[in-house]
């Protein structure tokens, strides 16, 4: 018979292998439920068209990480990731969203969701009795814009000034000749796929004049256009409004008003700015706010350059 090697193990030595968590029917009935709210919250807020609400990008990322990180598993973070990425992808076909909306939505869909797992987990291990506390104040910066809580700050203000080689009159002349087409310059428009005009008509600084950007379509239908009209005129300044948007943007925006004005800086220098008046489609605003101020302003300034004035 062999002998036994008896050697005690080395002092400080230590079995830190713990037994996997048991799977209990209490934790797989909480994950169920927590499962089948988060579908119904989904089929709800789509059935009310709150789907640009904070419930879909903070809310619902909060109950699926909490339904995973609930279940006993060592992989919580590795399921969370794979389940987000698969909602992601889901909610961009359900919903009929490009690239650019699940670009810009993963950052806060995978922080929200991987930030649940670990506070839960955390909790769990410390044998806190606050997990099912944890959730629903967790959801609580999901409710914007879902109808049970108010939008914060959704009328929004962008303003981009350029001042170009030309004097005030020659500035005057390429206004009223319209915008063109342009090949866009902006680095994150270009990289992001920001849809951008690619049929652009009208012309004139008389009230009643119209300028027409157009929109190529998609895999989702027509890109649609947007109609603007001089409202008023002054010396140096034009006041725009919007009659008509079927654009492929109008879902992430709503324009309201916008202002082109110039001056003369010297001889053959003119500031010329344009301020533009949009509402926020996107929530929660302390994430959507800046991006969609920063994409707008790539926007603008786009426009200054179909203005011939780069």
Do not use: K
């Amino acid at each position: 018979m062999a002998d036994v090697d008896e050697t005690p193990e080395p002092s400080g030595w230590t079995n830190t292998t713990e037994p996997p968590p048991q799977r209990t029917a209490a934790h797989w009935t909480l994950a169920g439920l927590i499962t089948l709210f988060g579908l119904v919250v989904f089929v709800a807020v789509v059935r009310e068209g709150r789907a640009d609400s904070a419930v879909l990008f903070v809310a619902l990322p909060v109950l699926l990480a909490a339904a995973l990180a609930l279940t006993p598993r060592r992989t919580a973070h590795g399921q969370v990731f794979a389940a987000t990425t698969v909602a992601l992808l889901l909610a961009a076909v359900a919903l009929h969203e490009g690239a650019i909306c699940v670009i810009l939505a993963a950052p806060l869909v995978y922080a929200v969701a991987h930030g649940t797992t670990a506070l839960i987990r955390a909790l769990r291990e410390a044998n806190r009795p606050y997990v099912l506390v944890a959730v629903p104040l967790l959801l609580l910066p999901g409710l914007e814009g879902s109808g049970m809580a108010p939008r914060l700050g959704p009328e929004q203000t962008v303003e981009v000034t350029r001042v170009v080689e030309l004097p005030a009159d020659r500035v005057a002349d390429r206004l009223a000749a319209g915008p063109r087409p342009t090949a866009v310059r902006s680095a994150p428009l270009r990289l992001l796929g920001v849809p951008t005009p690619g049929r652009v008509s009208g012309d004139g600084l008389d009230p009643g004049d119209r300028w027409m950007f157009g929109y190529h379509g998609s895999a989702h239908g027509p890109g649609g256009h947007l109609l603007a009209e001089v409202e008023n005129v002054t010396p140096g300044r034009v006041d725009f409004r919007f009659v008509e948007d079927s654009s492929i943007t109008a879902r992430w925006f709503t324009w309201r008003h916008a202002q082109l004005t110039w001056r003369a800086t010297d001889a053959g220098h003119t500031e010329v700015q344009i301020r533009v008046d949009y509402t926020r489609g996107l929530d929660p605003s302390w994430y959507f706010g800046p991006i969609q101020q920063a994409l707008l302003g790539a926007g603008v300034g786009h426009l200054l350059d179909m203005l011939a004035l780069g």
